[in-house]
C-alpha cells in the first residue's frame, strides 16, 4: 500500500518516494550480501519536513475533533481499557502488553515506539476516501474537504512519529558506540522491530543507508535478519531511484 496524502506532501516537497508498508518491497535482491550496499550510491540528503510541520495545517475544528477522537481511541486500545474490535487491533495492543511486561528500558521503548508506528499506518489515509471513512467510523460525517483536512493531520502524527523513532534510534546507537542490535544480544523478536523502525525512517535516508552498512557484516553470523536487510536495501535503492 501506498500513503496516498504522503505522496501528495513529498512531491510538493519536492519529491519523494511515499513509504511502502515493511511487507511489500518492489523487488528485494533474493541474495542479499554485503557487496550489494557497497555498491548503492550516496544517500540523498535528508528530506526537510521542519516547515511543513511548523506550518499550522489551514483551520477545521471538525477535523481536529476527529483527530482527538481517533487519538483517544488508538489510546485507549493501546492501553487495554477498549476492547480490540478490528482484527489487526489485537496485534497492535501485544506490542504495547510487551512494552509494558518488560524489564529492559530499550525494549520497552522499543515495544512502545512499534505499537503506535504500526497503528497509525493501519488507520492511515492509504486513499483520498479513507480519511471519510475513518471519521464515520468514529461518529462523525465529514464531506471531502473535511476529509482532506483529516487526512493531513494523520499524516503530520505519522511523520512526528517516523522522525522521533529515528532520533530515538540515533540517540540509543550512539549511546552504545554505534554498535548495530544484534539477534544475540536483543533476541529476534526486538532486532526486527528496530529493523521495522529503520525501515520507516523515509525522512532520514542517511540513517537507513548508515544501518544497512552496519547491518552488512552480521549477514554471516545470523546475527541480522537476511529478509530485513533484503526489504531496507530495497527501500534505500528505490529512494536513490
Do not use: C
Not at 521542519?50 to 483551520?59: E, I, R
Not at 475544528?61 to 477498549?82: F, H, S
Amino acid at each position: 500500500m501506498r500513503y496516498y496524502l504522503m505522496g501528495l506532501v513529498m512531491a510538493a516537497l519536492g519529491g519523494f518516494a511515499a513509504p511502502s508498508f515493511a511487507g511489500e518491497p518492489a523487488a528485494p535482491p533474493e541474495e542479499a550480501a554485503p557487496e550489494a550496499a557497497e555498491e548503492e550510491k550516496k544517500p540523498k540528503a535528508n528530506l526537510d519536513l521542519s516547515d511543513w510541520l511548523a506550518t499550522p495545517p489551514a483551520p477545521h475544528p471538525e477535523a481536529d475533533e476527529v483527530l482527538a477522537a481517533w487519538t483517544a481511541e488508538r489510546d485507549a486500545i493501546l492501553a487495554g481499557e477498549k476492547a480490540p474490535f478490528l482484527d489487526w487491533h489485537q496485534k497492535m495492543r501485544d506490542y504495547q502488553q510487551t512494552s509494558d511486561e518488560s524489564d529492559d528500558p530499550f525494549v520497552k521503548e522499543v515495544y512502545r515506539r512499534v505499537a503506535l508506528d504500526q497503528y497509525g499506518r493501519m488507520d492511515g489515509p492509504m486513499t483520498p476516501e479513507a480519511p471519510v471513512a475513518l471519521a464515520a467510523r468514529l461518529g462523525f460525517e465529514l464531506d471531502e474537504e473535511g476529509g482532506v483536512a483529516f487526512g493531513d493531520r494523520i499524516m503530520r502524527a505519522l511523520v512526528r512519529t517516523d522522525l522521533d523513532n529515528t532520533a530515538f534510534l540515533q540517540r540509543e546507537l550512539e549511546a552504545r558506540g554505534g554498535r548495530w542490535w544484534t539477534v544475540e544480544e536483543v533476541g529476534a523478536d526486538t532486532a526486527s522491530n528496530i529493523w521495522l523502525l529503520t525501515q520507516h525512517a523515509d525522512q532520514t535516508p542517511a540513517f537507513q543507508q548508515m544501518a544497512l552498512e552496519k547491518m552488512a557484516p552480521l549477514l554471516e553470523t545470523g546475527n541480522v535478519n537476511r529478509n530485513n536487510y533484503a526489504y531496507l536495501w530495497d527501500r534505500v535503492a528505490v529512494a536513490q531511484e
